[in-house]
């Protein structure tokens, strides 16, 4: 039997988490963004039912945002023993306020 490879998954309280991505190399250089996301939901307390990718999580790994399901993690650079970020996506505008009243707001 081959190596485990895996990655830590940084999750939003700060916490590790070591996840099993695959046996062999051969797997790991095919293994999806989708298939970790799945991997993650599988290991998120409460959240077995629900899957990860829904459009409030994120993952980031070295500032990229893991953002398309089926390209393969060894595509962003992801390697065995890698650190990836999962972060929550927060909805807005960010940009400066448009009109005189909404910057007294």
Request: net charge neutral.
């Amino acid at each position: 039997m081959g190596d485990i490879y895996q990655v830590i998954v940084i999750g939003l309280n700060g916490e590790n988490m070591f996840i099993d991505l695959c046996n062999t190399e051969e797997q790991m250089n095919a293994m999806t963004v989708l298939q970790l996301k799945k991997k993650i939901g599988e290991r998120l307390p409460g959240r077995a039912s629900q899957k990860m990718d829904n459009k409030m999580d994120r993952l980031i790994f070295l500032s990229k945002h893991l953002d398309d399901d089926e390209r393969t993690l060894v595509s962003y650079g992801v390697q065995h023993k890698s650190a990836i970020q999962m972060v929550i996506k927060v909805p807005g505008g960010g940009g400066p306020p448009s009109s005189p009243d909404q910057r007294a707001l």
